[in-house]
T-cell receptor, first 107, second 113 residues
Framework: KNEVEQSPQNLTAQEGEFITINCSYSVGISALHWLQQHPGGGIVSLFMLSSGKKKHGRLIATINIQEKHSSLHITASHPRDSAVYICAVGGAQKLVFGQGTRLTINP | DAMVIQNPRYQVTQFGKPVTLSCSQTLNHNVMYWYQQKSSQAPKLLFHYYDKDFNNEADTPDNFQSRRPNTSFCFLDIRSPGLGDAAMYLC????????????FGPGTRLTVT
């Protein structure tokens, strides 16, 4: 069993829909990271959080430390949100990555 | 302003011919990472430097080496590339590890012919 599990692995939705991507982890962490990777592109850090909730534009990330669970939400989804979203948990010096969620938003 | 720069963006090498990938950063971060990412897979950490301290992952092949001559630069050397080494190689930096935001470079896509 992977230390970081994401669900779903693939998600297709229509423009405007509310999107939720889930991440569960089994290791102790210092912080949890949500990353975005567009096809053929580099990785961009969206959020880093160790408690509660963060919001940036249409993106919201939450974490429940007791349940070892985090969610990434996208409101009013747009085709440009199509990308792979990766959850990673941070230890002392390095990250442990989930397998990623491939999101496709159709116009 | 580019913060983590990787050169070249695309590299083609022949089977068995040594190749070096370059990463530089303008963030003055202590930690630099090299990841290998194959199609539709999560990045796989090869090794990282905390300052001058080198940390090799247990499953990183001996074929892969790294150098960090100063804070700004880090190199990935592949001594004898095989077809299985074709991948995207990502460099990332962090001020002090997993509790801090990681900044990724654009990656170098390596093709082995």
């Amino acid at each position: 069993k992977n230390e970081v599990e994401q669900s779903p692995q693939n998600l297709t939705a229509q423009e405007g829909e509310f999107i939720t991507i889930n991440c569960s982890y089994s290791v102790g962490i210092s912080a949890l990271h949500w990353l975005q990777q567009h096809p053929g592109g580099g990785i961009v850090s969206l959020f880093m959080l160790s408690s509660g909730k963060k919001k940036h534009g249409r993106l919201i990330a939450t974490i429940n430390i007791q349940e070892k669970h985090s969610s990434l939400h996208i409101t009013a989804s747009h085709p440009r949100d199509s990308a792979v979203y990766i959850c990673a948990v941070g230890g002392a010096q390095k990250l442990v990555f989930g397998q990623g969620t491939r999101l496709t938003i159709n116009p | 302003d580019a913060m983590v720069i990787q050169n070249p963006r695309y590299q083609v090498t022949q089977f068995g011919k040594p190749v070096t990938l370059s990463c530089s950063q303008t963030l003055n971060h202590n930690v630099m990472y090299w990841y290998q990412q194959k199609s539709s897979q999560a990045p796989k950490l090869l090794f990282h430097y905390y300052d001058k301290d080198f940390n090799n992952e247990a499953d990183t092949p001996d074929n892969f080496q790294s150098r960090r001559p100063n804070t700004s630069f880090c190199f990935l050397d592949i001594r004898s590339p095989g077809l299985g080494d074709a991948a995207m190689y990502l460099c990332a930096t962090s001020s002090a590890g997993g509790y801090y935001e990681q900044y990724f470079g654009p990656g170098t896509r390596l093709t082995v012919t």
